[in-house]
């Protein structure tokens, strides 16, 4: 029965498992809350001056954003956040893990949370944030630390361990949960053990090889944090966070050559220029030591900063954008970690969840398995399996089906993608490509992550989701019921798993890059060449961290902002200690 509504022919494209749960039953709302911290300092961009100035002006209140103004405006200077999206408590779907899928396809209005983009190659459809919180409000809210030799790639920033360690465990201490296993999550997990994805490692935030359970988001009552839960740190006399305020551009002013510091810097950052909902622009000017942190994503910093004229000198004049800082690496090294799995029609009623077990096996050199980071092999990652069945359209019989995931996302990547502006008004996505696959590295990761799909899926703990065969007492299993393809029968014929991985390739939505540290942003995140400009964001990712970023993004925004605090204590310390030093009674 099912078979004739899922032929074989068809091919599961996200979107279409997006279609399928899109008709899935909005969940019950969550229990009210008191207002979230931030409403007594987050307004509407028209309620804001037309011209005003601060300290610190972060473009983008997202994952790493939200949490360095927080941090910022502890030091007692004045923050202004510019989110180009609304408050996610004006969003009832962003709540619950059940408004996920609804959340990614309900795209049409122009102030949806979830911004709707797809890459040029393959049309894979992706979404990013825009929201107050950004793409951690409209996640699967899985949590998960980066492997400690992420810090240490080449050419990478160098860390305090200390301070790293410091700003998770701030984190952690807000908005993160230990989630409860229900059937399918449960199951995954036995049947990665099974698969020899081990040791267990239970429950824990570390990224570890073998089989875990990772923390989340959302609460014990299923109630989503997100980044935006950060600012209740902020000092709320010293920040003030300005919604649906779209950033045009960064103003840049020429540094005379006489007073040029820092790397050389020609020009310096002074303010941005921003439009409220009913299109007026604003200035936000920075004050004297003051900053501008680019905080927009993967997409929005690389374009932002195109469109203020700082990028490769040719394509800006190509434009007619009037050059700033020639940075030929803007908008280059963009990455998108390809997923791949399989999708089946359980036998058995299951549980509602988003990601709680990962995978991560060791590579197929164990040696060198826990020594870098790109060992970490493919993740097997279970997926959502919503929480009553999903209703499908067909008047003369009602067909009610539950989808489970299965799938495995190739780390790194190494191949490598570009973007380039698709107009010059911020609001619209830039072009975006990001190259699947052109590296056979990871085709060969691709393929033995799905070998080891296989493997869970023959486990003992799978069992019980095929569908049942033949009659009492002599019922049996047979296989499992598919919504797209099932992997190729013969899992050796490395051809096919090849062609498998190409034509069922979709986003696990960790794309990073475009603004990559060592290239565009130096070992302190500012962007070279230009003064009091930083980029703060998965834009400075060479390789996405751990198994899924949110973490370390957030991390990264206390981080950053602590560093800042604390280089800006010293400079005004040294300026303003008394010379010779004033000696204490
Ligand atoms: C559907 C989905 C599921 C995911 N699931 C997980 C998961 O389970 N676990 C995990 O760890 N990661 C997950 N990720 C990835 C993770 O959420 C992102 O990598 C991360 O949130 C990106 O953080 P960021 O700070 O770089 O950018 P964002 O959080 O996207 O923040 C950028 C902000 O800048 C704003 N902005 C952009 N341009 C402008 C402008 N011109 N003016 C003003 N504001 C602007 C945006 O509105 C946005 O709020 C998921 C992502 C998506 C989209
Ligand atoms: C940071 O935490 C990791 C993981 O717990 C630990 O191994 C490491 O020693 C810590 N580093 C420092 C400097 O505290
Ligand atoms: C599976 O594929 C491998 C490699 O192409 C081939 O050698 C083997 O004969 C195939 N097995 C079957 C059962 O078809």
């Known amino acids: 029965m099912a078979k004739k509504r899922f ?19 909005r969940g019950e709302a969550p229990p009210i809350e008191g207002p979230p911290s931030y409403a007594s300092f987050a307004f509407d961009a028209g309620a804001f001056p037309v011209e005003s100035d601060y300290d610190y002006i972060v473009v983008g209140g997202g994952t790493a954003g939200c949490p360095l103004a927080a941090t910022l405006s502890e030091g007692g200077r004045r923050v202004l956040v510019l989110e180009r999206g609304g408050a996610p408590s004006e969003f009832p779907s962003l709540a619950s893990p059940e408004g996920f899928l609804p959340t990614l396809v309900d795209t049409d209005a122009p ?6 983009f797809s890459s040029e190659d393959g049309a894979v459809p992706n979404a990013r944030g825009r929201v107050l919180g950004g793409s951690s409000a409209i996640n699967a809210g899985f949590y998960s630390r980066a492997h400690p030799s992420w810090f240490s790639l080449p050419r990478g920033p160098s860390w305090d361990m200390a301070l790293v360690n410091d700003s998770y465990d701030w984190v952690e201490r807000a908005i993160t949960f230990r989630p409860v296993l229900r059937s399918w999550q449960s199951a995954v997990r036995d049947g990665l053990l099974e698969a020899n994805v081990t040791p267990y490692n239970g429950f824990t935030v570390h990224h570890l090889a073998g089989t875990k359970i990772g923390a989340t988001t959302f609460d014990s009552s299923g109630r989503r944090h997100s980044a935006a839960d950060l600012l209740a740190f902020a000092n709320p006399d010293r920040i003030r966070v300005a919604l649906r305020a779209t950033v045009d551009r960064v103003l840049l002013n020429p540094v005379p050559p006489g007073s040029r510091r820092r790397n050389q810097q020609s020009s310096a950052a002074i303010g941005v220029l921003y439009r409220d909902r009913l299109g007026r622009h604003h200035h936000a000017m920075v004050r004297p030591g003051g900053e501008v942190i680019l905080c927009a994503g993967a997409l929005g910093s690389p374009q932002l900063l195109l469109l203020s004229g700082v990028g490769p000198r040719p394509y800006l004049s190509s434009w007619g954008i009037p050059v700033a800082a020639n940075l030929p690496d803007v908008g280059q090294h963009v990455y998108d970690n390809p997923r791949n799995g399989i999708s089946i029609i359980p036998s058995i009623p299951l549980d509602h969840s988003l990601i709680q077990v990962v995978g991560i096996p060791t590579g197929e050199d164990k040696d060198a398995a826990d020594a870098s980071f790109l060992e970490a092999a493919s993740n097997i990652v279970p997926f959502f399996s919503p929480p009553r069945s999903v209703f499908l359209h067909n008047p003369s019989s009602p067909l009610y089906v ?12 190494a191949s490598v993608g570009s973007l380039r502006l698709a107009s010059l008004d911020a609001r619209d996505n830039p072009i975006v490509r990001f190259n699947y696959f052109s590296n056979p590295e990871d085709l060969d990761r691709c393929v033995v992550g799905l070998r080891r799909v296989g493997d869970v899926l023959e486990s003992r ?8 065969v033949g009659w009492l007492p002599w019922r049996g299993r047979g296989d499992f019921r598919y919504v797209g393809p099932a992997l190729p029968a013969n899992r050796s014929d490395r051809a096919a798993m090849e062609e498998f991985c190409r034509r069922t390739v979709a986003t696990i939505w960790h794309y990073h890059g475009g603004c990559v540290a060592g290239k565009v942003v130096d070992g302190d995140y500012r962007v070279i060449g230009v003064g009091a400009l930083r980029v703060v ?12 970023p949110q973490a370390t993004l957030m991390m990264m925004g206390r981080y950053v902002g602590r560093k800042m605090l604390a280089e800006r204590k010293e400079k005004s310390h040294r300026r303003r200690a008394p010379w010779p030093p004033r000696r204490h009674m």
């Open 7 to 25: 032929p074989s022919t068809f091919v599961p494209t996200p979107l279409f498992l997006l279609l399928l749960l899109l008709l899935l039953p």
């Open 111 to 116: 102030d949806s949370p979830a911004h709707p």
């Open 402 to 413: 539950t989808v489970a995931t299965l799938m495995e996302k190739v780390p790194g990547p």
């Open 461 to 468: 703990s799978m069992q019980e989701f095929r569908s049942v």
């Open 537 to 548: 964001d998965g834009s400075t990712f060479a390789i996405s961290p751990g198994t899924n």
